[in-house]
């Protein structure tokens, strides 16, 4: 990802431009690549004199970068002033809502009782083949051997760099890539099963992608992609299914009467919902969150965030979190797993490891993260 955006910068630069627009140049990227791109950006800026126009709900990034800062509101700018001083003294309410915005709390109180989820030793390696006869080579190893056990009611929360195993890690536990080691989902052995033995848990094991605009099929009304699992499953009557997605669609704060719409019809953070929806209706117990927020504005995530923790404390249900912001991940974690090339390097209690992180790597995480710089002028 850092790479590709990368090779737009270098596109948007190739006639030495006296202005660059960025429209959120680093939203889909983890911390430590939006640093790198940043330093970029205002290493270009100094050396040709250009101008720099930043468009972002990122608003650590806007306080690291910006000289100037405008806040728009429903298509009107609302306030707009020095950096420093909009961040120091906010005068809009608006501006003060973004402010406040950042998603802040404790994860849901829970009871730590028995494994819901253990996973041990687990490999996800893809073949490199090179010749004429295609042989394996070398491998590519998305994950190493990772362990972790994760209790009832809690969420555990996988952090790391693009490309460091987090998505890969998640797929392979809910069996939908090919992986070996053990991954133990209550009183069943995942990986003994065959993908026909594992169909009737899948109700069990729910998932909400990253991106809702690329989640939802656009050719289905939302009636339709909620009770899709319920068809599938064949819970139910006709009746009780469409009462079903009527509860699930109140649980995430939609209105019931807008469920016979499609997906264009609403907003990124109405369609995560949704999504949402789509995995709440089975009544599982566990969920796999896969970059829920990244692609949501800090307002709209910290609505998710709550929702998230609403719901988690209502049904007890666990969380697989894979994010890349660490805030959100703060917010929601009981414990903290931290990738890098596939492997586990820090591992434990999500407060002592934000609170003092042990390896470097997780401390490079944090400062990209948090650390915000004094502006530069």
């Known amino acids: 990802g850092g790479q590709r955006q990368r090779v737009m910068i270098a596109m948007a630069l190739a006639c030495e431009p006296e202005l660059l627009i960025a429209d959120e140049p680093t939203t889909a990227l983890d911390v430590t690549v ?9 290493e270009l800026q100094a050396r040709l004199g250009m101008a720099l126009l930043l468009i972002s709900h990122d608003l650590n990034l806007v306080r690291r970068i910006a000289h100037r800062v405008c806040v728009m509101q429903k298509g009107r700018i609302v306030e707009q002033a020095p950096c420093e001083e909009l961040f120091r003294a906010p ?7 973004l402010l406040a915005a950042e998603p802040s709390g404790l994860p849901v109180a829970s009871q730590v009782g028995a494994p819901l989820l253990e996973v041990n030793d687990l490999k996800v390696w893809f073949p490199i083949r090179k010749g004429l006869l295609r042989r394996t080579v070398d491998h590519v190893k998305a994950v190493d051997g990772i362990h972790f056990s994760l209790p009832q009611g809690q969420t555990l929360g996988i952090v790391g760099e693009s490309g460091s195993g987090k998505s890969t890690l998640g797929l392979a536990i809910l069996r939908l890539i090919a992986s070996k080691g053990a991954i133990r989902f209550e009183d069943q052995q995942l990986e003994r ?3 026909q033995q594992v169909r009737p848990l899948r109700r069990e094991m729910q998932v909400v ?14 009636s339709q992609i909620v009770g899709e699992g319920l068809r599938i499953h064949r819970i139910g009557t006709e009746q009780e299914q469409e009462q079903a997605i009527i509860e699930a669609l109140q649980e995430v704060g939609l209105d019931p009467q807008t469920r016979h719409r499609y997906p264009h019809e609403f907003s990124g953070g109405q369609r995560q919902r949704i999504a949402i929806a789509r995995a709440l209706v089975l ?21 998710v965030v709550e929702l998230l923790r609403r719901l988690q404390g209502k049904y007890n249900l666990t969380y697989l979190f894979i994010s890349h912001d660490l805030a959100v991940v703060k917010a929601l974690s009981h414990q903290l797993m931290v990738i890098k090339h596939g492997q586990v390097v820090e591992q434990g209690d999500a407060r002592a490891i934000f609170d003092a992180p042990q390896h470097p790597y997780t401390r490079q995480l944090l400062e990209a993260a948090f650390l915000v710089p004094a502006n530069a002028g």
């Open 193 to 195: 099963l065959s993908q």
């Open 283 to 303: 009544k599982p117990r566990l969920i796999l969150l896969d970059e829920p927020t990244s692609a949501l504005d800090r307002t709209v995530q910290r609505q």
């Open 34 to 42: 939006q640093l790198k791109i940043l330093q970029l950006l205002k």
């Open 91 to 97: 005068q809009h309410p608006y501006t003060r809502e």
């Open 209 to 222: 992608f990253q991106d809702p605009f690329g989640s939802l099929s656009p050719r289905m009304s939302v």
